[in-house]
């Protein structure tokens, strides 16, 4: 019971953009940060959006270690978190993107969502 009244509290919370932040001219073949969260409040992190002129490989780390991987063959993708992400006090969130069109530089941009 105590665990739904926490689920149900949390679920309750409003969704708020916390960071955003675009890259520019990223070359092929090189892993490029696009979005550096340091954690100075705990995070609920819900969804994280990423997109971007190219297909790429997107993936998440939190103080260097990697969580996920996302290869995709759409220009857009999210992050999604049915049980929200749970990121201290200290921790550091990278959100990093790769892509291998040789020759060519594309843009790319996230977004962080998380319950307050």
């Known amino acids: ?3 739904r009244e926490l689920t149900d509290e949390i679920n309750l919370k409003p969704i708020n953009d916390i960071q955003t932040n675009s890259l520019i001219n990223v070359a092929s073949g090189s892993q490029q940060t696009i979005l550096t969260l340091n954690a100075t409040v705990e995070h609920r992190i819900v969804r ?3 997109s971007g002129e190219a297909y790429a490989v997107y993936q998440l780390y939190i103080d260097t ?3 996920e991987t996302k290869i995709v063959g759409e220009r857009s993708v ?4 049915s049980v929200p992400l749970l990121l201290s006090i ?3 969130l990278d959100v ?3 892509h ?3 020759g060519n530089t594309f843009n790319f941009n ?3 969502y998380s319950r307050v």
């Open 90 to 92: 200290g921790e550091i």
């Open 1 to 3: 019971m105590i665990l």
């Open 65 to 67: 270690n990697l969580i």
């Open 78 to 81: 999210d992050f999604l978190f």
């Open 110 to 112: 996230s977004t962080i």
């Open 96 to 98: 990093k993107v790769i």
């Open 48 to 50: 994280i959006s990423c």
């Open 100 to 102: 291998y069109y040789t």
